[in-house]
């Protein structure tokens, strides 16, 4: 770990509420897959229990062997309108830590195996 890492000023104060309006959920990634034409986006079929999703996230250059990824949990926003980017749909996001510092992210994930769609918070 960098020694001379500073951590980003706090954002402004919300409510419980507003909180709430976010719905993360722990899936499995089984899957992850190129995106054609994209440096950066890998393409990740997500189990929630209950049905999959496809999620885009750029995270291709940040690991050697992005595949090392797959069969493990995760956390996910869930709740966010589906995007579209290079042609593909994505249903979400992926939730991890490090990347608007700049540190190469860490996925967030449970402390011990949980039911595919359990919610955070």
């Known amino acids: 770990m960098s020694e001379d890492f500073k951590p980003a000023p706090i954002k402004p104060t919300i409510s419980v509420a507003e909180i709430d309006k976010v719905d993360i959920r722990v899936g499995t990634i089984v899957a992850v897959a190129d995106v054609e034409g994209s440096e950066k986006l890998l393409k990740l ?15 291709k250059q ?3 062997n992005p595949r090392e990824i797959e069969g493990r ?13 290079m042609g593909q ?10 990347y608007a510092d ?3 992210p860490a996925l967030a994930v449970p402390e011990s195996k949980v039911p595919n769609g359990t919610r955070a918070g």
């Open 73 to 85: 949990q995760a956390l996910f926003v869930v709740n966010l309108e589906p995007k579209k980017m």
């Open 102 to 104: 700049g540190v190469v």
């Open 62 to 64: 940040e690991r050697e």
């Open 45 to 59: 079929t997500v189990d929630f229990g209950d049905h999959q999703r496809s999620i885009l996230a750029g995270m």
């Open 89 to 98: 749909m994505s249903e979400g996001m992926l939730f991890d830590i490090g």
